[in-house]
């Protein structure tokens, strides 16, 4: 019967083979009962690390020997897979002394993704004002309500005195990040406005979606990049990259002013009820005891 192991439970059985290899061959060290605050350390610690990186054998991730130097493993291969619509495919190999190695028809391939990028203006759609609504109660004489949102530190108009054209009109963290992308991938962009002003949601009554989400999914943009929320329903329908902010959210409460200590808070664990039933019962065994006694 073949059983599948995973590479952690593997590791975890070489790690602990190697350190019985070594307590085996340590005839001469003796242990000893040690204190936890001595500083000093036990004696024979380096002869018992000098042991191990000497240790060698053929485990279940494959041969394992150690640097004498520094402790690291050597002399291992690691295997680079890429996931492809057919499934999982090998494209090259990894080893500490030669590093990253990369199939000779792979290499063709990532040299043509790379050239078509560079060829290519991709379309980015972002966005700078949101509008948000909301209901008035009916005894007012309107109805809606607006409030514009800028955008900001994300995508801004670019402050000059001079008329800006073209990318050159935005700025903040969105455009630098996006600027940072093209010239690491080698494409050239066109940041261009969200035509309705929105992130992106799907309407209950109809099912469409709007915003950036829908010129994804139409093909007028080529990116989004603006600090759109990951979540289930987009999806759906759009891919997202590694988010590159995370927001901590949590609930705040009052911090409850220090009191000194009362006479009788050593009363405040329990409540009145369960001291009442302590007290209870112990007239009552105090009783059954006199009467028993007597």
């Not at 000893?32 to 279940?60: D, V, Y």
């Not at 607006?146 to 903040?172: A, C, H, T, W």
């Not at 808070?265 to 009442?276: E, T, Y």
Request: glycine letters at 6%.
């Amino acid at each position: 019967m073949v059983m599948s192991l995973q590479t952690d439970a593997a590791l975890m059985y070489d790690a602990v083979h190697v350190v019985a290899v070594a307590v085996q061959q340590s005839q001469q060290i003796t242990v000893s009962s040690l204190q936890c605050n001595r500083h000093k350390p036990w004696r024979f610690g380096n002869r018992f690390m000098a042991l191990i990186k000497e240790a060698h054998w053929e485990g279940l991730t494959g041969r394992i020997t150690f640097n004498k130097t520094n402790g690291l493993r050597t002399d291992f291969d690691l295997d680079v897979i890429s996931l492809k619509e057919e499934g999982l495919e090998k494209i090259g190999t990894w080893d500490p002394p030669s590093g990253l190695n990369i199939t000779e028809n792979q290499k063709g391939k990532l040299t043509n993704v790379n050239d078509s990028m560079s060829n290519r203006t991709l379309v980015v759609s972002t966005i700078l004002v949101q509008f948000y609504t909301t209901t008035i109660p009916p005894h007012h004489d309107h109805l809606l309500f607006f409030i514009v949102l800028q955008e900001e530190p994300y995508v801004m108009f670019k402050k000059s005195d001079k008329p800006l054209y073209g990318n050159d009109r935005f700025e903040g963290y969105c455009i630098d990040l996006l600027r940072e992308l093209a010239q690491i991938l080698g494409f050239n962009y066109e940041v261009q406005l969200v035509e309705d002003g929105k992130y992106g949601a799907q309407e209950e009554t109809t099912g469409q979606w709007n915003g950036m989400v829908r010129e994804l999914m139409d093909h007028k943009a080529d990116l989004a990049v603006a600090p759109l929320a990951i979540t289930y329903v987009r999806e759906k329908v759009i891919d997202f990259s590694k988010p590159f902010m995370t927001l901590g959210i949590s609930i705040l409460y009052r911090k409850p002013n220090g009191t000194n200590p009362g006479v009788f808070s050593f009363l405040n664990p329990l409540s009145p009820d369960i001291w009442m039933y302590i007290l209870l019962a112990y007239l009552g065994v105090s009783c059954v005891l006199f009467v028993i006694a007597r």
